[in-house]
């Protein structure tokens, strides 16, 4: 029998972000999936994707859209403990 060979893992799925607007609010865990991240832009390639759910938020609410401040990746949350 021929030995199985081992795959990498394959990066797919989503990055969170956390989102501070020009007036000092903040939005936390805006999902992006990860296929329009990397590049030479890095995380800002996230920006027009985060901009279109914010103007989709801000239609439903009634309210204008906010100005994007600045992103940053929500930090990767901590695995749970196991019951022993």
Known sequence: ???RVRQLPQDRGFV????VFEEGSRASNRRV???I?????????AR???EQQE???????????RAIQSL???A??????SRE
């Open 1 to 3: 029998m021929a030995k």
């Open 16 to 19: 969170l972000f956390d989102v």
């Open 33 to 35: 999936p990860m296929e």
């Open 37 to 45: 991240l990397g590049g030479l832009d890095g995380d800002e390639s």
């Open 48 to 50: 027009p994707l985060i």
């Open 55 to 65: 103007a989709e938020i801000a239609r439903k609410a009634g309210r204008p859209p």
């Open 72 to 74: 940053t990746r929500a």
């Open 76 to 81: 990767k949350p901590e695995p749970k403990a």
